[in-house]
């Protein structure tokens, strides 16, 4: 919250495949906090998988149900953006801040990456 920036902490035990960031089609499946079941309307920027689950809606603004994180969640990608004017370097500021409080709790990140236009996407393994 300090930095303002949008963060969304997706357990991927609960992604089918990859995570894809796309316009929906509008036949995704958004599953909301409440325990509603919704569909993202064409042409919105979701996060969606394999199984056509939309774990984010409107970038990570509107996270999904199934995907976050519970206590029981063992691995995670943490996706923060912004495209404000200077956001290269709140977003740099903001990694820095969550690699040392995750280092802290002993949580350290395995590997830490930043898309661009120039770097669209990264593989895990």
């Known amino acids: 919250m300090a930095y303002a920036i949008p963060v ?4 991927l035990d609960r992604v089918d495949g990859n995570l894809e960031v796309r316009y929906a089609k509008g036949t995704e499946v958004y599953r909301t906090f409440s325990g509603e079941t919704e569909h993202p309307a064409p042409g919105e920027v979701i996060f969606a998988d394999a199984a056509n689950q939309a774990h984010a809606r409107r970038w990570t603004n509107r996270q ?4 976050a994180v519970r206590p029981d ?9 912004a495209l404000h004017d200077n956001a290269a ?3 740099a ?16 990140p ?16």
């Open 8 to 11: 969304a902490v997706f357990d």
């Open 64 to 67: 999904s149900a199934l995907s």
């Open 73 to 81: 969640s063992t691995r995670a990608l943490i996706v923060a953006e």
């Open 89 to 91: 370097a709140d977003v």
């Open 93 to 108: 500021a903001l990694l820095e801040e969550m690699q040392h409080v995750l280092t802290v709790v002993r949580a350290e």
């Open 110 to 125: 395995k590997r830490v990456a930043r898309l661009s236009s120039e770097q669209p996407s990264i593989t895990t393994s």
